[in-house]
């Protein structure tokens, strides 16, 4: 079974300020880890994937996150947050082999001006 | 390129009735997934085709929900008959086929309201 925690509903930050969205993830075997954003009234928008390699992976907007194998970690980063990057995050997860995507709870990202 | 179309965009229909929700996946992806979203909840996986065939419909709910993908182009999910609970957003995703494409592109969904 995979699973996903996003163990914060919202997070505030000042425009300008670095951001940091958390999340967990339990899977059996290696995962495959997913960003997605969802801005007011539109569909899921793919931000940035770790595959393998290199821990910080870097997305869309100038977002990035960092793999952390022993903490079962994937948390979305950001150095400079902007009044439009206010929207809805969720973080993914798929074991490799599977098609199917577990998806988090969703963290509430308010950025204020 | 276009991207994956959902249609409608809202639908409000009382407990009992039938509903059809469409899903245009992204040209030449073969595998197209439903999910689903109750408001304040997760998003959950419902199923995943591979061109006309289901890989896994683990996620269905119950028999009231039926899925197709006729000549593995679109694909259409029916609630019948629907139930209060069957309120959400619904999102179909479309990949490719290939093993290389790893991210799955979202529709913006259809919120179905069952009154």
């Known amino acids: 079974a995979q699973s996903v925690a996003q163990p914060e509903d919202q997070v505030n930050v000042a425009e300008g300020n670095p951001l940091t969205v958390k999340c967990t993830y339990s899977?059996?075997?290696?995962?495959?880890l997913f960003w997605y954003v969802q801005y007011p009234n539109r569909g899921l928008q793919f931000l940035l994937k770790y595959i393998t390699g290199d821990n910080l992976v870097k997305g869309s907007y100038g977002f990035e996150a960092e793999f952390n194998k022993s903490q079962t970690s994937f948390h979305l980063k950001k150095p400079s947050a902007l009044v439009s990057d206010s929207a809805l995050y969720f973080c993914a997860v798929r074991d490799r082999g599977y098609q199917k995507v577990t998806f988090g709870i969703g963290t509430k990202l308010q950025v204020i001006p | 390129e276009a991207g994956v179309t959902q249609f409608p965009s809202h639908s409000v229909i009382e407990k009992g009735q039938t509903v059809t929700l469409r899903c245009d996946p992204i040209?030449?992806?073969?595998?197209l997934y439903w999910y689903r979203r109750v408001m304040g909840k997760e998003i959950k996986f419902l199923l995943h085709f591979v061109k006309e065939s289901k890989q896994d419909e683990s996620g269905m709910p119950n028999n009231r929900f039926l899925a197709e993908r006729t000549g593995g182009t679109y694909s259409t999910l029916k609630v019948q008959p629907a139930e209060l609970e069957d309120s959400g957003v619904y999102f179909c995703?479309?990949?490719?086929?290939?093993?290389?494409?790893?991210?799955?592109?979202f529709g913006p969904g259809t919120r179905l309201t069952v009154t």
């Open positions: 899977v059996s075997g290696n995962p495959y």
């Open positions: 040209s030449g992806h073969d595998n």
């Open positions: 995703a479309s990949s490719q086929g290939n093993r290389y494409s790893y991210e799955q592109y």
